[in-house]
């Protein structure tokens, strides 16, 4: 079956420790996300890529990292420098999204951040 | 359960009825639009999708209406199942810009 796989589901950070979230697609879809889920709000971009080797900043991208070496792979990292790192992170790949195409975000089911 | 629920606004409503979630969004110049449906502990599923030159367009079950005088958006469901029972979020994207901006969402909940 064509997808997004998360992995961890749940990942505990200590203080002071970069922690790496999984993503990886088999939708051949050139275009990948990541978002940050907290109660009561709307998911915020933390990073986007739209081809491999090619990665943006969203709007809340410092405590962050990405990179993008393979198509069907964007790992998430959180560093030491992001404060509140509590939060359900969600993943999402689309069809390549040039300035002519809207085309849907799918997301993976997301990985449960806790600091220890 | 996942707290992705906590605070939302949520509509209650018996099995079998017909819902209707509501959205304002806030850019005139968004002229694609999304629902989408997020279980608890699971990643937004998505539903079904308007460009800005349809007023209505249709699924199965689902319905979505683009009001673009007033900037709302609905989703209804028809004859709505226990299975139905999620908050749905919608999510509004400018032709040419990457960002897509999600609403805080509304929980759907079905009475047996």
């Known amino acids: 079956d064509g997808g997004i796989t998360q992995s961890p589901k749940y990942l505990f950070r200590k203080e002071g420790q970069n922690v790496t979230l999984s993503c990886e697609q088999n939708?051949?879809?050139?275009?990948m996300y990541w978002y940050r889920q907290d109660p009561g709000q709307g998911l915020r971009l933390i990073y986007y890529?739209?081809?491999?080797?090619?990665?943006q900043k969203g709007d809340i991208a410092e405590g962050y990292s990405v990179s993008r070496e393979k198509k069907e792979s964007f790992p998430l990292t959180v560093t030491s420098a992001q404060k509140n790192p509590t939060a359900f992170y969600l993943c999402?790949?689309?069809?390549?999204?040039?300035?002519?195409?809207?085309?849907?975000?799918?997301f993976g089911d997301g990985t449960r951040l806790s600091i220890l | 359960g996942e707290s992705v629920g906590l605070h939302l606004p949520t509509l209650s409503v018996q099995e079998g009825d017909n819902s209707i979630i509501n959205c304002a969004y806030s850019?005139?110049?968004?002229?694609?639009f999304i629902w989408y449906k997020q279980e608890s502990g699971k990643g937004p599923q998505f539903i079904i999708d308007i460009r800005s030159n349809m007023d209505k367009r249709q699924g199965q079950r689902v319905t979505v209406l683009l009001n673009k005088t007033v900037k709302h958006l609905s989703l209804q469901i028809a004859a709505t199942q226990p299975g139905d029972s999620a908050v749905y979020f919608c999510?509004?994207?400018?032709?040419?810009?990457?960002?897509?901006?999600f609403g805080t969402g509304t929980k759907l909940q079905v009475i047996p």
């Open positions: 850019n005139s110049a968004s002229d694609y």
């Open positions: 999402a790949s689309s069809i390549s999204t040039g300035t002519g195409s809207n085309q849907p975000q799918h």
């Open positions: 999510a509004e994207k400018v032709r040419g810009y990457q960002k897509v901006t």
């Open positions: 890529s739209q081809i491999v080797n090619d990665f």
């Open positions: 939708l051949n879809h050139d275009a």
